[in-house]
């Protein structure tokens, strides 16, 4: 049984227990198969995830290591903004992913800031378009095999040109759609863009 209160060893120098998910703060040091290891406080902490999305079963078989962050949907409310706030983490480290079609290079996908607002004269000239504009919600799904306030980077039915906003670099982490509602990954930002064969550029509005 997965219990936050089922203590599954001791011994003179670790502390190790099951939990059902991890906090913000703890670091991964492992994972192997549906169980991730963190440490946190002098504590080894063990999570048997129930299920992965297929972004997380991308990740793990890429060799990337990731958080996993869950949060009650608010059908009301979708926006990024909404979800770093329920989740508790910083807004800035919070990205969302848009998708878009150019004049030139067809469709494309943008990751930035939940905060901030796309600027597509910027994106368009990074990726060799003479102007972008997002797709309809309708296509989003036909498209990419996400759904609004579920869309992530990783894992979509093609592979697009994708842009990162240069400012994911300074930080230590960001945070991404898992491919569902309710779910979000924590992961070190130039792994994903590698991953991800993304090019970075300033595509926000100032």
């Not at 913000?24 to 999305?53: C, P, Q």
């Not at 972004?55 to 890429?62: E, G, K, P, Q």
């Not at 996993?68 to 508790?88: F, I, N, P, R």
Request: aromatic share 6%; glycine share 6%.
């Amino acid at each position: 049984k997965s219990d936050m209160h089922l203590w599954i060893k001791n011994s003179k120098r670790w502390l190790i227990r099951l939990i059902e998910k991890p906090h913000a703060a703890m670091s991964i040091i492992y994972v192997k198969g549906s169980h991730e290891i963190y440490f946190s406080d002098r504590m080894v902490l063990v999570v048997a995830n129930k299920a992965k999305t297929n972004a997380m079963r991308i990740l793990h078989s890429a060799g990337i290591q990731y958080r996993v962050v869950t949060y009650e949907v608010d059908e009301k409310d979708l926006s990024g903004v909404h979800v770093a706030q329920t989740c508790g983490l910083p807004v800035d480290q919070v990205y969302k992913t848009l998708v878009l079609r150019g004049d030139k290079a067809g469709n494309l996908v943008a990751v930035l800031p939940v905060e901030m607002e796309l600027d597509l004269k910027a994106l368009a000239i990074l990726s060799g378009n003479k102007k972008v504009e997002m797709i309809a919600v309708k296509d989003l799904l036909p498209l990419t095999g996400y759904i609004r306030g579920g869309c992530s980077p990783v894992g979509m039915k093609k592979t697009f040109p994708t842009y990162v906003e240069e400012s994911a670099i300074l930080c230590e982490w960001i945070s991404v759609s898992a491919g569902v509602r309710g779910v979000q990954l924590l992961l070190n930002p130039e792994e994903l863009i590698l991953h991800l064969h993304a090019k970075t550029g300033d595509i926000v509005m100032r």
